[in-house]
C-alpha cells in the first residue's frame, strides 16, 4: 500500500522549533521527490518545501526560508521538516506528499504556535 504518515506537530511557543517526520511506504522513496505542504485555516494549501531524491532541497516558500530545512534519509523512507523560530503565522495543518503515478498525500499533522 503506498502510503506517506507524518508524525511530529503539537503545541510550541513563538520562537521555538520543533521537527517533523514524514515516512513512506510501498513504494521506491529513493527514486522520488518528497515536499511537505500546510494549510492554515481559511486559507488554501501550500507549498513549504520539497527535497528531489537525491537530497537536494529545491524549494522553499519566500515564508520559511532560513528557518526551516527539508531533508531525507533514503535508509529511512523519511523526509524531515526542520523548523526553527516558529511565530504565530506557521499554525497549519503539515502534509507530507509524493507522487508515484498519481497524488500521495498524508493525514496530515497539526503545528500550532502560541502562546
Known amino acids: 500500500q503506498v502510503q506517506v504518515v507524518e508524525s511530529g506537530g503539537g503545541l510550541v511557543q513563538p520562537g521555538g522549533s520543533l521537527r517533523l517526520s514524514c515516512t513512506a511506504s510501498?513504494?521506491?522513496?529513493?527514486?522520488?521527490?518528497m515536499a511537505w505542504y500546510r494549510q492554515a485555516p481559511g486559507k488554501q494549501r501550500e507549498l513549504v518545501a520539497q527535497?528531489?531524491?537525491?537530497?537536494?532541497?529545491?524549494y522553499q516558500s519566500e515564508s520559511v526560508k532560513g528557518r526551516f530545512t527539508i531533508s531525507r534519509d533514503n535508509s529511512k523512507n523519511t523526509v524531515y521538516l526542520q523548523m526553527n523560530s516558529l511565530n504565530p503565522e506557521d499554525t497549519a495543518v503539515y502534509y507530507c506528499?509524493?507522487?508515484?503515478?498519481?497524488?500521495?498525500w498524508g493525514q496530515g499533522t497539526l503545528v500550532t504556535v502560541s502562546s
Open positions: 506528499y509524493s507522487y508515484v503515478g498519481r497524488e500521495v
Open positions: 510501498g513504494f521506491t522513496f529513493s527514486m522520488r521527490l
Open positions: 527535497i528531489t531524491s537525491a537530497g537536494t532541497s529545491i
